[in-house]
């Protein structure tokens, strides 16, 4: 299965708001409401922000949020905080091998 | 707290063999799906496989179809990745993740730190 196609990077200056794209196909992203995403810091494990679309587990600050149309996903993150700097992932369940597909990853900056 | 500690890796041979072990604390292990993850130096993330709670659903990547086998023993709250016939791809820091919700299955929340596994003569 191939990974979910993400922009290799995205920046943003302090409290203003960056998008990341997630782009799949009708069997991963756009077949289900299983995409989530993650944050990783260099030498860090990931860290769940978003799952099943728009839900953020407890403890993820409401300055992150995200949503689908058709095979594509985002993730926004408002009000830009130093600390957001860092590698972000999406996920989707997908129907070709009973398993999950992550994305190729996007850098975001904070400048 | 949930806590995974994943154990078992080190410097193997091309075709040789290894099992990674991830002992679960702090929930009801039997819940939960459970996922192995991967992730070589200075790349991306990579699903290597995942089970459910009582062992019987699995996937694979077709990566390592055939040559890794996902198990998990309930009473002993550990979950299991035997790889055989490694190759230098394989090479990557592997994590053990648990789903966020019981019944769920695609959507690692829960992570260790990581056992590195080096394939290479």
């Known amino acids: 299965q191939s990974a979910l196609t993400q922009p290799p990077s995205a920046s943003g200056s302090p409290g203003q708001s960056v998008t990341i794209s997630c782009t799949g196909t009708?069997?991963?992203?756009?077949?289900?409401?299983?995409v989530s995403w993650y944050q990783q810091h260099p030498g860090k494990a990931p860290k769940l922000m978003i799952y099943?679309?728009?839900k953020r587990p407890s403890g993820v600050p409401d300055r992150f949020s995200g949503s689908k149309s058709g095979n594509t996903a985002s993730l926004t993150v408002s009000g830009l905080q130093a600390e957001d700097e860092a590698d972000y992932y999406c996920?989707?369940?997908?129907?070709?091998?009973?398993?999950?597909?992550f994305g190729t990853g996007t850098k975001v900056t904070v400048l | 707290e949930v806590q995974l500690v994943e154990s078992g890796g080190g410097l193997v041979q091309p075709g040789g063999s290894l099992r990674l072990s991830c002992a679960a604390s702090e929930f009801t292990f039997s819940n939960f799906w459970m996922h192995w993850v991967r992730q070589a130096p200075g790349k991306g993330l990579v699903w290597v496989s995942r089970i459910n709670g009582d062992g019987g659903d699995t996937g694979y990547a077709d990566s390592v179809r055939g040559r890794f086998t996902i198990s998990r023993d309930n009473g002993k709250n550990t979950l299991y990745l035997q790889m055989n016939g490694l190759r230098a791809e394989d090479t990557a820091l592997y994590y053990c993740?648990?789903?966020?919700?019981?019944?769920?299955?695609?959507?690692?929340?829960?992570w260790g730190q990581g056992t590195l596994v080096t394939v290479s003569s």
């Open positions: 996920s989707s369940h997908s129907s070709s091998n009973n398993l999950g597909v």
């Open positions: 993740a648990r789903d966020v919700s019981v019944g769920l299955g695609s959507s690692p929340h829960y």
């Open positions: 099943e679309v728009t």
């Open positions: 009708s069997s991963d992203v756009g077949g289900y409401n299983y």
